[in-house]
């Protein structure tokens, strides 16, 4: 009996479960570019609410891919990182990041603008 693509047994369920959405994918995209806190992902990020920017980071902590630390000062510190797993993503991202390159240049060169 065949499973479902989206039954999180799949591999590929299991994966558009932790990383789907519209702004899991570019969160994890810039924290693979290194440690940021909230204020700098919210700037790289314009289009989220900070409270849907709120939600999926606590999704992606819950499901281990990243990490959130918590520094004692005031105003409180809080600094997101990918954790070791989250950082096999890596890969992904560069062949995401090439295919796009690719992309956009074959609509340029097919769509010329007058």
Known sequence: MKRSLLDPNCPIGATINIIGG???????????????????LRREMPSVTQRMLTNQLRELENDKIISRKVYAEVPPKVEYALTDIGKTLAPVFDALRKWGQCYVRKMASANPKP
């Open 22 to 40: 519209k702004w899991k994918i570019l969160i994890l995209f810039s924290l693979n570019q290194g440690t940021k806190r909230f204020s700098e």
